[in-house]
């Protein structure tokens, strides 16, 4: 995966921009740190269901037991919003990921008021289908 910022950083430097544009070029940064797509991302087993705009998205484990994410999309704010799923996601077990939740992140980092219920939406999806996936990868006794 991409190098992205920990949770406590990403936190910091939202909180850094002085206005909803700031915050809507960081989002567009932090997409452009994602891993580049390959073409067995963007098959069609791996699109989010829910998204308005294209969204494809792998969950696999790492060697280390952790979860690794790639993910893309068609449209550039969205690949933003994957790749802040991602980075608070990042460094997890399938089993944190299915107990860890996301969504009081997203108000620290000041965006749940700002996106549009339809990117709302999509973000939910996401997040839907990564605990899903997560889950599947949890070992059972």
């Known amino acids: 995966m991409a190098t992205l910022p920990d949770r406590d950083k990403l936190v910091r430097n939202f909180k850094r ?3 909803q544009e700031e915050r809507y070029l960081y989002i567009i940064e932090l997409g452009g740190r994602l891993s580049p797509a390959t073409e067995a991302l963007h098959q069609p087993e ?3 269901p829910g998204c308005q705009s294209q969204v494809w998205i792998v969950v696999s484990r790492s060697e280390n037991g952790t979860v690794a994410l ?3 999309s068609d449209a550039v704010l969205v690949k933003g919003l994957i ?4 980075a608070l996601y990042q460094g997890m077990t399938p089993q944190q990921i299915v107990e860890f939740d996301v969504r009081p992140w997203f108000d ?3 965006l749940t008021r700002q996106l549009t219920p339809s990117r709302s939406q999509g ?3 996401m997040i839907r289908a990564i605990r899903q996936q997560a889950a599947l990868l949890v070992p059972q006794p």
């Open 123 to 125: 973000l939910e999806a």
């Open 108 to 110: 620290q980092l000041l």
């Open 83 to 86: 790749a802040i799923v991602f």
């Open 70 to 72: 790639q993910g893309d």
């Open 17 to 19: 921009c002085a206005n």
């Open 46 to 48: 791996h699109v989010i």
